[in-house]
């Protein structure tokens, strides 16, 4: 008895000598280390919280249609679909967060997503060709990860904006990401400034829910420019006939 | 006392235990996978032809049809399926034609199969302890494992397969298994139940990446066919002054009618 009541403390006072530098290495560590948003992600029926957008006048009924018709052929030609589709894709997103980059992995037909934590600059517009994604740099402020984003391309993909409104070359994203709920949840808050689309700054909120880790990403959903029945589903209706002319008198 | 002893000790090693959520520090640069990379020509053949003539030829058991020897059948990824083309074209007629652009085989380009054969174009790799990223710029994704899980049983095959991985020291070892039936590079041939193992193995000086492959299947070949693919670091760029590495993202419209043509020689004046 007497044997096992000196193991015990000797136990006991190894634990505590090494809680000290234990403790004050964590601290050092979370002040170092950053809050880590990989996993599954997923949107619900109740995950979109959307205002109406402010829309400049210049932006009209004809230019927002003429979008719509972009994002349709876009769909129907599976070409790269990019921001901010890729974040609402109807399929869940696999974030990874590497030392270099964060990388969000769609399941569909859209590049996936750098957000470089590597640099504080964008690459410069003299070398940068715009595309559907742009260009986003990103670093945490607290413990909350701060994406810009800029570099879009303005017809490319689908252009239309949650809320009203679309991309173009001069439209510039920022965007909130924050873990809630203990990691359960990941709210991302878009911002989104453009002079020529938005009156003022046009800000939504989604809310993701974390998936089980061992959630297999789904690789096998066909998109198939070339499938005649899937054209055949997509294509507009045929412009129906002009009327004949009325003969002259 | 013991009770209480043991309570304390598991109380000051609750106190220790690093909080959930919270990213990894990151290690030398040089000693990662991490980054942007492009497979490299070291043997100076100068065409994918001859690239892919270099993979030494499967060594398949009797009764099993070669595939072509370049691998890059339907499926495997890329721009497009090429039209024949015999002979010399008539002025004006483009003579290097793409059938369907854009089409990468089934499931487009996301599906991640020219991941499994990457060509030129830059490839990319994000780590993380749970999950390696192995993306490409022409398209597609591999979702490399690495938190023990095990292969899906059932599983629908897909072009890249399912794939899990882990360390040995700085060299990510990968199993992957559960291909759509297709073919390998050097005249090889793939099932679903064929098993792929990639290691891809960092230089001393950490820029250059040796990707290992080797395909087992007891009913396809005779012995394990390997072959080995290099990269070096993507070149970076100079923005702002900076130099800067970043993946592109390459741009490829399947309703453009100039995608289905590469090239359209230009009138020939004759003199």
């Not at chain 2, 002979?87 to 499994?116: D, F, H, T």
């Not at chain 2, 494992?145 to 899990?164: E, F, I, K, N, Q």
Request: proline share 9%; net charge neutral; with cysteine.
């Amino acid at each position: 008895m007497l044997m096992t009541r000196r193991l015990s403390v000797c136990v006991a006072a190894t634990v505590l000598a090494s809680v000290p530098m234990t403790m004050a290495g964590r601290a050092a560590q979370e002040k170092r280390t950053s809050p880590d948003i990989s996993g599954f992600w997923e949107l619900n029926f109740d995950s979109r919280k959307v205002p109406p957008a402010t829309l400049v006048p210049a932006v009209t009924r004809a230019k927002i249609d003429a979008h719509a018709k972009g994002d349709a052929y876009a769909i129907r030609w599976c070409n790269l679909l990019g921001v901010p589709f890729v974040m609402d894709s109807g399929r869940p997103l696999d974030i990874r967060q590497g030392a270099t980059a964060i990388i969000i992995v769609p399941e569909n037909a859209s590049a996936p997503r750098y957000l470089y934590t590597n640099r504080t600059a964008h690459v410069s517009d003299e070398i940068f060709d715009p595309s559907t994604n742009g260009d986003s740099i990103a670093h945490w402020e607290g413990d909350t990860l701060v994406v810009d984003t800029a570099g879009f391309h303005g017809e490319h993909g689908i252009t239309s904006i949650p809320g009203g409104g679309f991309r173009t070359e001069k439209s510039h994203l920022v965007e909130r990401y924050r873990l809630l709920q203990d990691g359960a949840l990941l709210s991302i808050t878009f911002t989104w400034t453009d002079p020529t689309v938005f009156r003022r700054a046009h800000t939504y909120e989604y809310r993701y829910h974390r998936l089980p880790p061992t959630y297999e990403p789904r690789q096998w959903l066909p998109c198939n420019p070339y499938d005649d029945e899937r054209a055949k589903f997509l294509d507009p209706p045929p412009a129906p006939p002009k009327p004949a002319g009325r003969a002259k008198e | 006392m013991r009770r209480t002893v043991l309570a304390l000790v598991a109380f000051l090693l609750a106190l220790a235990a690093p909080a959930p959520f919270r990213a990894q520090s990151p290690g030398p640069s040089s000693t990662r996978l991490e980054g942007d990379w492009v497979r490299i020509d070291p043997d100076g053949v100068g065409s994918f032809d001859g690239l892919s003539g270099v993979v030494p030829p499967a060594q398949l058991l009797p009764g099993v049809a070669a595939s072509g020897r370049g691998g890059r059948g339907r499926g495997a990824g890329g721009r497009g399926a090429p039209l024949e083309s015999t002979g010399p074209k008539p002025e004006g007629v483009p003579y290097i034609v793409v059938a369907q652009p854009c089409s990468g085989g089934v499931g487009g380009r996301s599906n991640g199969a020219l991941l499994v054969n990457p060509d030129s174009g830059g490839v990319h790799i994000i780590e993380q302890k749970d999950e390696v990223i192995f993306a490409g710029e022409r398209g597609g994704v591999r979702h490399i494992y690495l938190d023990g899980r095990a292969h899906p049983s059932p599983w629908t095959p897909t072009p890249a397969g399912h794939s899990v991985g882990h360390y040995e020291g700085t060299t990510l070892i990968v199993e992957t298994t559960g291909f759509t039936a297709g073919a390998v590079p050097g005249g090889g041939v793939r099932m679903p139940e064929t098993r792929l193992t990639e290691r891809f193995e960092l230089s001393r000086e950490g820029t250059r990446l040796t990707i290992t492959y080797t395909w087992e299947d007891a009913k396809v070949y005779q012995k394990p066919h390997v072959y080995s693919y290099y990269f070096d670091r993507a070149p970076t760029v100079q923005s702002g002054g900076t130099p800067v590495s970043y993946a592109l993202e390459e741009w490829c419209d399947a309703g453009d009618p100039i995608e289905k043509q590469s090239i359209v020689p230009p009138k020939q004046i004759i003199k």
